[in-house]
Each structure stands twice: as structure tokens, then as C-alpha cells.
């Protein structure tokens, strides 16, 4: 069996304003961003990558979706680790 590890951080408006910046070319902030890595360790386990989640929209997207801040970022968080696994949408 296989093991894979993903790298997750939750980040401010700022922070998150900086990496799309720099990794998108975007301006502003964005909900989730996800790093590819995607290499071995010495243990044998995969690096996929990291998932970055700016705090401030998942609050904002939880009061949006009358859910809680945990469950937002549990969301993003998957959605971040499915763009790791190759799946993507219109416009990304």
C-alpha cells in the first residue's frame, strides 16, 4: 500500500493576497490555493503537495453558506487535495 502525505496551512488575507500574487498572477486573495510537490521521500512515502486555505474567506463562506467555519474548511481542504489528485474545473 501506497502512502501519501499532503501539507496543509492556514493562512491570513494578507498572506494568501502575497501567493496568488505571485503563483497565479492574480491580485487579491483567494479561498484555496494547492502547491503540486509531488516527490518521494526517503521513507518511501509521496509528497503530493501542500493546500493553503486564507481563514478570513473560509469565514466568510461558512456565514455565506450557513454552515460552520470547521465544516468550510474541511471543503476547501478537500477541494485543494482533488486539484493535488489531478481534477480540475472550468476557469482554474
Do not use: C, P
Not at 494578507?14 to 509531488?38: P, W
Not at 501542500?50 to 481563514?55: A, C, H, N, Q, T
Amino acid at each position: 500500500m501506497n502512502e501519501f502525505k499532503v501539507s496543509f496551512a492556514i493562512v491570513n488575507d494578507e498572506k494568501m493576497n502575497e501567493l496568488n500574487e505571485k503563483y497565479r498572477g492574480r491580485v487579491g486573495s483567494t479561498d484555496v490555493l494547492s502547491f503540486e510537490i509531488k516527490e518521494s521521500e526517503e521513507d518511501g512515502v509521496f509528497l503530493l503537495g501542500e493546500v493553503v486555505v486564507d481563514k478570513n474567506k473560509a469565514k466568510e463562506q461558512a456565514e455565506e453558506l450557513g454552515h460552520s467555519y470547521e465544516e468550510e474548511v474541511a471543503d476547501l481542504v478537500r477541494h485543494g487535495v482533488l486539484h493535488l489528485l489531478g481534477k480540475h474545473h472550468n476557469g482554474h
